[in-house]
């Protein structure tokens, strides 16, 4: 089994942002982390934990003795397997050697830092709250408390970043030897400060130059010998993300906290998105989860549109599977992107290219109806 629980306090909110998240709430931190266990306790959870997944908001910012409190409760209710892998979201400049050494010795064994870019104009427009030194400083500290396992963070198609900057930000972070690199492309999400700049007339990269970005990147890397084996996701000495890795391959997972959203034994759970209101709830015994019973059509669409972001693809059989169950014919459009070199079929496998990568989301809207 695998577990999420989201941590949904920020120092600040970044301009982009629309996950769950609260700036100037920190005093609400015990509260949440009480509610947090109280529902991890009353849930039907069931180990071992193969993954522990700490997502945010910023989960850095949990004192050590909030992040025991949570991890003993879990291991309380559902034990861990020996070798689990425990990872955590943190913003660079909410860490220091201390605190991640506590991390460390707590059992966290993976970290993801939020980097973004290297320059500070950049940094500065999208509201991130550190200076790339910051990313360095937080990364030999995290390499002294004892971690092995690190992840950056960067985005691309930002305001004001060109594919020289983006180039400067991706060899700065691949010089800080990261076991580790997500790359995502900024989403104007509605309703963010940067929907609103955009509607303003902010200029964004244009779609071809963020292409050149993303092929640079995988070219790059490769050559620094990461492996690309999601869309975003590229990793040295198979240091994936087991964790994603398993929620890709349709494998269970609980959410737990305010905002989370897991599935189990074919039933999708998800939580509102009011802090106050999920605490209110969890205390007085009160129902806090919406359960979504996912048809086979359903989960067979999920498998494809997930299994087809990752380098392990989607078989013939699974993509028969999705066909039967919606009535569709899907070979013709198979073939045509096979044709096109967007896919490739090897030992029965659908499997998305490099240069299917970048049009992704196209190529599922055309395959996946
Ligand atoms: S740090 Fe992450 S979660 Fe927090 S506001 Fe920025 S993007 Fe959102």
Request: charge should be negative; aromatic fraction near 10%.
């Amino acid at each position: 089994m695998n577990a999420y629980l989201h941590i949904p306090f920020c120092t600040s909110i970044c301009n982009y942002c629309d996950f769950t998240s609260f700036a100037g709430q920190e005093s609400k931190i015990v509260a949440y982390v009480d509610a947090l266990c109280s529902e991890i306790e009353g849930s039907s959870l069931e180990g071992p934990l193969q993954t522990v997944y700490f997502g945010g908001g910023t989960p850095s910012l949990l004192p050590p003795e909030k992040l025991e409190q949570i991890l003993k409760t879990l291991e309380g209710k559902a034990g861990f397997n020996p070798s689990v892998e425990i990872s955590m979201e943190a913003n660079p400049e909410t860490v220091d050697t201390e605190r991640l050494k506590s991390y460390r010795d707590l059992g966290v064994n993976r970290l993801s830092f939020g980097a973004q870019a290297f320059q500070k104009e950049i940094l500065k427009k999208m509201g991130r709250g550190h200076e790339w030194e910051r990313v360095e400083q937080a990364t030999q500290d995290a390499r002294k408390a004892g971690f092995h396992n690190l992840n950056l963070d960067l985005m691309f198609g930002l305001a004001g970043q060109t594919l020289e900057m983006f180039q400067e930000s991706v060899t700065k972070a691949a010089s800080l030897k990261p076991e580790h690199l997500s790359l995502y492309a900024l989403q104007v999400e509605e309703g963010t400060p940067l929907a609103k700049q955009v509607a303003e007339g902010l200029k964004l990269p244009s779609e071809d130059e963020v292409a050149d970005e993303y092929a640079w990147a995988q070219t790059y890397l490769a050559r620094e010998g990461f492996e690309q084996y999601e869309v975003s996701n590229f990793s040295k000495l198979r240091k994936t993300c087991l964790h994603n890795w398993n929620i890709w391959r349709g494998k269970d997972y609980w959410g737990f906290g305010v905002g989370a959203v897991g599935t189990v034994g074919g039933v999708r759970h998800s939580h509102g998105d009011d802090l106050m209101d999920y605490i209110r709830q969890v205390n007085q015994g009160g129902v806090i989860l919406q359960n979504e019973f996912l048809s086979d059509g359903v989960r067979a669409m999920e498998k494809l549109m997930l299994g087809l972001r990752t380098q392990e693809g989607v078989s013939k059989a699974e993509v028969e599977q999705y066909a039967q169950a919606y009535h569709l014919s899907y070979l013709d459009k198979f073939n045509r992107f096979l044709k096109n070199g967007f896919l490739s079929l090897r030992d029965g496998q659908y499997r998305v290219t490099s240069k299917g990568y970048f049009v992704l989301n196209g190529l599922l809207e055309v395959l996946v109806v």
